[in-house]
């Protein structure tokens, strides 16, 4: 991670943390990085979610990227994967998306994703934040003619629907579905998609108003669309974040369906189609253990990343692999884009649904998940940088780990893209691994509150 840039852009409290200023140099920073050399007059996509502060900080970005001679198109609301997809297909020079995805609506971001439809490496985001520590002083204005203009693409939506309806290649008749679009981008999509394909639908989460993104909806939420679906004979229920980039679902019965189980069907199916590539699913450090034997027992291998969507992203580039993700519901389908697609994704699990003639919850049975906890202590900012100098914790975590006498694991991390870190403990014992976490949260609570 960067000074600005984290595991997924830059990201926020808009107008404190992530301000109209910054947008802006953040504009030109981008512009001159990712057109350096090109001696032509760039072309960037804007998409955002449906976050109130998103017209704001687009108005800021957009005159930072004209500032510097480059055209911006905008797409108005829609799916971060949707930009991965449309810089490719429009042949753009790069897409921005302003979204903080499944974080609260006080929260933005901007993400960006050069024109193959890739984020950024790290290499090129420490360029972009040179030019933000020098308040782009070093990149000339342009004037006159040479400045950038801007137009509206209404077409994006309808680009992308199309898109998705070919990759999915699926026939969802018969299905009844209860689909959670988080008041955020998927709703302007999901609507237009999934009754194309076939399925009956109801919806939820679909009437933005620009304070109620991910607000008691979509899939930082599951027990609302968990309820829903069991009062209402669903089939089973679909719940996107934000930006529809991470997709999660709960069977006929209310139960879960992680990131974890929906890589293992798709992985498992992909396999008996000649379609796994490196016979390998790339997962994160936070996927859990039944998850791994059981892919073990499937003669599948699994490759395991730092947290973050990008670092599962680069393993299956560097090595060749074809599907990897989150347990949070990011999965990457490497023959049909470049970034994790909570709609393509979804679509690709209705497809095996109905084509199974089984229930979701005979394929939500899979494998038994071992128990975890999970907490999330909130933290500023010189919290975070202590942490991670702090001995005393590191023994501490150390010695809990030993106390599970390898029948468990510790994991605690700083987030990338939020105020918080993340203790995850994990095992056989669900009374073992709550007293473990708990022991861990005081520890660090009482470590670092000299500096709140």
């Known amino acids: 991670m960067g000074k600005y840039f984290g595991t997924d852009g830059v990201r926020g409290i808009a107008g404190e943390d992530l301000s109209c200023e910054m947008a802006m140099k953040i504009g030109r920073g981008a512009a001159a990085v990712l057109t350096d050399n090109t001696g032509r007059r760039p072309r960037i996509l804007i998409g955002k979610d449906t976050r109130q502060s998103g017209d704001m900080l687009e108005a800021a970005l957009t005159a930072g990227l004209c500032s510097v001679g480059a055209d911006v198109e905008s797409l108005g609301v829609i799916p971060t994967p949707a930009v991965a997809y449309l810089v490719r297909k429009y042949k753009a020079d790069a897409g921005i998306v302003i979204s903080a995805s499944h974080n609260p609506m006080e929260f933005n971001g901007i993400k960006i994703f050069a024109g193959t439809g890739y984020k950024l490496p790290d290499e090129v985001e420490n360029r972009i934040e040179a030019h933000i520590d020098n308040d782009c002083r070093d990149i000339p204005l342009a004037t006159g003619a040479d400045v950038g203009t801007v137009s509206v693409r209404s077409d994006g939506v309808r680009d992308y629907v199309d898109y998705l309806y070919d990759a999915i290649n699926g026939d969802l008749t018969g299905l009844n579905l209860c689909i959670d679009c988080a008041n955020g981008a998927a709703a302007a ?264």
Do not use: W
Not at 258 to 285: E, N, S, Y
């Open 189 to 452: 999509v999901a609507q237009k998609l999934f009754p194309r394909l076939g399925a009956k639908c109801t919806f939820l989460g679909v009437s933005p108003d620009g304070a109620n993104i991910n607000k008691g909806v979509g899939s930082t939420h599951l027990e609302n669309l968990e309820k829903a679906v069991v009062d209402g004979g669903y089939d089973c229920g679909i719940a996107f974040d934000g930006d529809a980039d991470r997709c999660l679902a709960c069977d006929e019965l209310g139960h879960e369906i992680d990131g974890d189980k929906i890589i293992a069907l798709l992985a498992t199916m992909m396999k008996d189609k000649g379609r796994l590539d490196g016979g390998t699913a790339v997962v994160t450090v936070m996927s859990n253990l039944g998850f791994i034997k059981y892919m073990e027992r499937q003669g599948i291998r699994t490759e395991r990343t730092a947290v973050g969507d990008r670092y599962v992203l680069e393993n299956m580039r560097e090595n060749g692999y074809a599907i990897g993700g989150e347990q949070s519901g990011h999965v990457i389908l490497l023959h049909h884009a470049t970034t994790g697609d909570g709609e393509l994704t979804a679509g690709k699990l209705l497809k095996m649904l109905a084509e199974s003639g089984k229930k979701m919850s005979e394929l939500n049975g899979v494998y038994a998940q071992f128990p975890q906890v999970l907490v999330n202590l909130e933290v500023n900012a010189a919290q975070k940088a202590a942490y991670k100098e702090d001995e005393v914790i590191a023994g501490f975590i150390e010695n809990e780990q030993q106390k599970l006498m390898g029948m468990g694991r510790v994991l605690v991390r700083v987030s990338g893209t939020e105020p918080k870190i993340r203790v995850m403990v994990e095992g056989q014992d669900q009374e073992a691994i709550r007293l473990c976490a708990e022991r861990i949260c005081d520890k660090i609570n009482r470590r670092l509150s000299k500096l709140k």
